[in-house]
């Protein structure tokens, strides 16, 4: 499943990315989002974009899209 289809409150944990374009992979990667890593979607703004993350102790805002590239599995 994408990041983007969890909902507020759930936990992820990334498996792997998508194949999309490869400065949005090299990005959500610098930023810490690597397979392994667990997620918890924080808020979604009213309109649906962005979400923000709880991620390693710090939180992260995400374009729907952006979240989209990232593979996860329920925690």
């Known amino acids: 499943m ?3 289809e969890l909902k507020i409150g759930e936990t992820g ?19 810490g989002l690597v397979p392994g890593t667990e997620v918890k979607i ?3 703004a009213p309109l649906g974009d962005p979400i ?8 992260l805002s995400l374009r729907r899209d ?5 593979q996860v599995e329920k925690v």
């Open 2 to 4: 994408n990041l983007s």
């Open 13 to 31: 944990r990334i498996i792997g990315l998508k194949a999309g374009e490869k400065y949005y992979r090299q990005k959500l990667l610098s930023m």
């Open 42 to 44: 924080a808020r979604v």
């Open 52 to 59: 923000e993350l709880a991620v390693r102790g710090y939180a």
């Open 66 to 70: 952006e979240a989209s590239i990232l």
